[in-house]
C-alpha cells in the first residue's frame, strides 16, 4: 500500500541486527480518502544511524560496488561518518534492488514495498502480528524436513543460475512460514564472479545451511551442492 493519504504506526521491533533493526509497521487509508478504510502489516527494517552502526565484513561484499562520485568513494573507503552515511544507503538499496530482482524470479523472498534513504518497507512474514519463526528455532519432522531442504536447493540453484549467492546464509536468515521456507537478509547478495571472494561466499552458504540439516538427520552432499552451484555459477 502506497497511498499518499496513508497513515503508518510503529508497532514496535520485531528483531535486532548488527546492522538494523526491523519493526513491525502497520499502515492504513483512514475513512474519508479516495479509498475505503483498509490497512495490511508491514516489516520496515531500518539501518541505524552511522555513530551505531556496525557492518561486519562489509569491506568484503562491498568488492565490485562502487559510486561514481570519488569523494563517496573515499569517504567510504576512510569509513568517515559522511562514508559510513553512503555505506548504509548502498545496503538498504541494494537489498530492496535484490528482493525486486529475486520477487521476479519468483523466489521465496519477502515482497518489496517501497525504499526510502536508509529504510527499507516490505513484506511481513508472520500472522496476527507474530512473525514467522527463523529455521533455526524450528524442529521439523522428517518429511518436512527433506521437502524443506528441497525448497531451499531450488532457491539456491535459481540464484546460482543468475549468477548470485545470497552471502551470509544461514537458519538464522531463513523463516519457515508454515511449511513453506522464506530467505531474508539480502543486503550483502554477492556477485559470484565479479566478487574476488565470490566462491567463498558460496561455498560458506552452502556449508552453513548443509551442517544444519545434516545435524538434524538429513543426508546431505555439501561437496556435491557446491560444485553444482558453482558450475551454475560460472555459466551465468
Same mark, same amino acid.
Given at each position: 500500500?502506497?497511498?499518499?493519504?496513508?497513515?503508518?504506526?510503529?508497532?514496535?521491533?520485531?528483531?535486532?541486527?548488527?546492522?538494523? &533493526?526491523?519493526?513491525?509497521?502497520?499502515?492504513?487509508?483512514?475513512? $474519508?480518502?479516495? %479509498? /475505503?478504510?483498509?490497512?495490511?502489516?508491514?516489516?520496515?527494517?531500518?539501518?541505524?544511524?552511522?555513530?551505531?552502526?556496525?557492518? %561486519?565484513?562489509?569491506? $568484503?561484499?562491498?568488492? !565490485?560496488?562502487?559510486?561514481?562520485?570519488?569523494?563517496?568513494?573515499?569517504?567510504?573507503?576512510?569509513?568517515?561518518?559522511?562514508?559510513?552515511?553512503?555505506?548504509?544507503?548502498?545496503?538498504? !538499496?541494494?537489498?530492496?534492488?535484490?528482493? !525486486?530482482?529475486?520477487?521476479?524470479?519468483?523466489?521465496?523472498?519477502?515482497?518489496?514495498?517501497?525504499?526510502?534513504?536508509?529504510?527499507?518497507?516490505?513484506?511481513?512474514?508472520?500472522?496476527?502480528?507474530?512473525?514467522?519463526?527463523?529455521?533455526?528455532?524450528?524442529?521439523?519432522? /522428517?518429511?518436512?524436513?527433506?521437502?524443506?531442504?528441497?525448497?531451499?536447493?531450488?532457491?539456491?540453484?535459481?540464484?546460482?543460475?543468475? $549468477?548470485?549467492? %545470497?552471502?551470509?546464509?544461514?537458519?538464522?536468515?531463513?523463516?519457515?512460514?508454515?511449511?513453506?521456507?522464506?530467505?531474508?537478509?539480502?543486503?550483502?547478495?554477492?556477485?559470484?564472479?565479479?566478487?574476488?571472494?565470490?566462491?567463498?561466499?558460496?561455498?560458506?552458504?552452502?556449508?552453513?545451511?548443509?551442517?544444519?540439516?545434516?545435524?538434524? !538427520?538429513?543426508?546431505? &552432499?555439501?561437496?556435491?551442492?557446491?560444485?553444482?552451484?558453482?558450475?551454475?555459477?560460472? $555459466?551465468?
Amino acid at each position: 500500500m502506497t497511498n499518499l493519504g496513508a497513515v503508518d504506526e510503529d508497532l514496535g521491533i520485531l528483531k535486532s541486527g548488527k546492522e538494523a &533493526d526491523v519493526h513491525l509497521v502497520r499502515r492504513w487509508v483512514p475513512d $474519508g480518502t479516495t %479509498h /475505503p478504510a483498509r490497512d495490511v502489516t508491514m516489516a520496515a527494517k531500518r539501518y541505524r544511524p552511522s555513530e551505531r552502526r556496525m557492518f %561486519h565484513r562489509d569491506a $568484503g561484499y562491498l568488492e !565490485g560496488r562502487r559510486v561514481r562520485r570519488s569523494r563517496e568513494t573515499r569517504a567510504m573507503a576512510r569509513r568517515t561518518e559522511f562514508g559510513r552515511e553512503v555505506i548504509a544507503v548502498q545496503w538498504a !538499496g541494494a537489498e530492496f534492488g535484490a528482493l !525486486g530482482r529475486l520477487w521476479e524470479l519468483e523466489l521465496p523472498v519477502p515482497y518489496p514495498v517501497q525504499l526510502s534513504d536508509t529504510e527499507m518497507l516490505m513484506e511481513f512474514i508472520g500472522h496476527d502480528g507474530v512473525a514467522a519463526p527463523r529455521l533455526a528455532q524450528a524442529r521439523p519432522e /522428517p518429511d518436512l524436513l527433506a521437502e524443506l531442504w528441497d525448497q531451499l536447493v531450488d532457491a539456491l540453484e535459481t540464484l546460482a543460475e543468475n $549468477g548470485w549467492a %545470497h552471502g551470509d546464509l544461514s537458519a538464522y536468515n531463513v523463516l519457515l512460514d508454515g511449511e513453506r521456507l522464506v530467505i531474508i537478509d539480502w543486503p550483502q547478495i554477492v556477485d559470484v564472479i565479479g566478487n574476488p571472494n565470490g566462491f567463498d561466499y558460496l561455498e560458506r552458504d552452502v556449508t552453513n545451511v548443509c551442517s544444519w540439516f545434516a545435524a538434524r !538427520g538429513l543426508d546431505v &552432499d555439501r561437496h556435491a551442492l557446491f560444485g553444482d552451484l558453482a558450475a551454475r555459477a560460472a $555459466g551465468a
